[in-house]
């Protein structure tokens, strides 16, 4: 089975700390994303990447950055966390490509104050 | 325009009913459509793929797909209490390295 994991089931972080978010998974996939999700908005991309060392901007990217220094591993940061970064983070990775299905985390429910 | 548009919702839906969700989507080089169940408080989970146009079937579940209208479709027949949930359309293309979804469609089943 593939296996996505996600450092931290709970978080809380206060305004203004630089905050790591680590996920890890254990397929060789290509692709790896990031998705914050919040009530009535659905799944948001912030970034992704579909190489080591390689990123692209999602949908939502600003406040965020992200590394991919190993395949297997994608870290989301905030530089400066907010209270409006307070949300549940979903990292996902696939396949590259059409039949590239997405394997979720278990996700990390973030709370700043 | 959104890349990927489901209805709305909330869809309630007595149980043993069919429930209906739609999505539509605006990339006509969408080759795979992908179907995801997301449980409240837990992770989508893929419950459906479809590739090719015409209907395929798992279980109750039906998907749907129309490339020329750009339409994709999942049924559920005999809905069950356990199928409320909320269910994401993620269309994907052969190049894509992007994967987006649309906001959901909340269904909840009436015992």
């Known amino acids: 089975d593939v296996k996505v994991t996600q450092s931290s089931r709970y978080l809380v972080k206060r305004t203004g700390e630089k905050v790591f978010l680590e996920c890890v998974q254990d397929?060789?996939?290509?692709?790896m994303f990031w998705y914050r999700q919040d009530p009535g908005l659905g799944l948001r991309l912030i970034y992704f990447?579909?190489?080591?060392?390689?990123?692209e901007k999602g949908d939502i990217p600003e406040g965020y950055s992200v590394s991919r220094e190993k395949k297997e591993r994608f870290s989301l940061i905030l530089e400066s966390a907010s209270t409006n970064q307070t949300s549940m983070y979903l990292c996902?990775?696939?396949?590259?490509?059409?039949?590239?299905?997405?394997?979720f985390g278990q996700g990390t429910r973030l709370t700043v104050v | 325009q959104k890349e990927v548009e489901q209805n709305s919702g909330p869809l309630s839906v007595p149980e043993g009913a069919i429930a209906s969700l739609n999505c539509t989507y605006s990339?006509?080089?969408?080759?795979?459509f992908f179907w995801y169940r997301q449980y409240s408080g837990k992770s989508p989970e893929l419950i459906m793929s479809?590739?090719?146009?015409g209907d395929k079937e798992d279980g109750r579940f039906t998907a749907q797909l129309n490339k020329a209208s750009q339409y994709v479709s999942l049924l559920i027949r005999d809905s069950q209490p356990s199928d409320s949930a909320t269910y994401l359309c993620?269309?994907?293309?052969?190049?894509?390295?992007?994967?987006?979804f649309g906001a959901g469609t909340t269904v909840t089943v009436r015992a």
């Open positions: 996902a990775s696939s396949l590259y490509g059409a039949r590239g299905q997405a394997f």
């Open positions: 397929m060789d996939h290509e692709n």
């Open positions: 479809i590739y090719s146009n």
């Open positions: 990447s579909y190489d080591v060392k390689m990123k």
């Open positions: 990339d006509r080089g969408s080759q795979s």
């Open positions: 993620a269309p994907r293309g052969a190049n894509d390295y992007k994967l987006s």
